[in-house]
């Protein structure tokens, strides 16, 4: 049987996998309580065959060292389950020349630690595993949703670092 690991399961709890975040919430409890800025991980090596860490990377204080370790935890066929937010897309951009504020280091966001691009994410992957499949995630919006589907797909995918949200990634 395959063990897979969740990590940041906060709003993402996964019956059947090991569930891992850095504190209890009020709407889930972890199996794993660890703080991802102290390595080792808790895990022996090669002991997992999938390993989902979404929207995690940007909240840790060196996500190169978190994806050095996850590969060390990941069976050698295993796959990672990658994702962070874009914060190069257009909306950002814009909202950044005309008002000053950015998404990405937003009041709302008080946590986000790295702000990254498509390309950059890209880059940092490749640095310790093969990417094997790319989701793009298309922006939406009051104006960008009044667009035709097929314009939005040629978009978000001929132009990425503009017209996504963020990418999942999944790596070998």
Known sequence: MKKKLNIGCELDYKQGWVNLDFEKSKITSPDVLWDLNKLPLPFKDEEFSVIKCTEVLEHILYPVSVLKELKRILKKDGELIVSMPNCGNIITRLKILFSGTNDCFSPEMPHHLHNTNINQQKELYNKFFKIKEIKYNSLDGKIYNKL?????????NKFPN?????MVVKLK
């Open 162 to 166: 503009l017209f996504t949200i963020n």
């Open 148 to 156: 035709p589907k097929f314009i939005i797909r040629f978009l978000t």
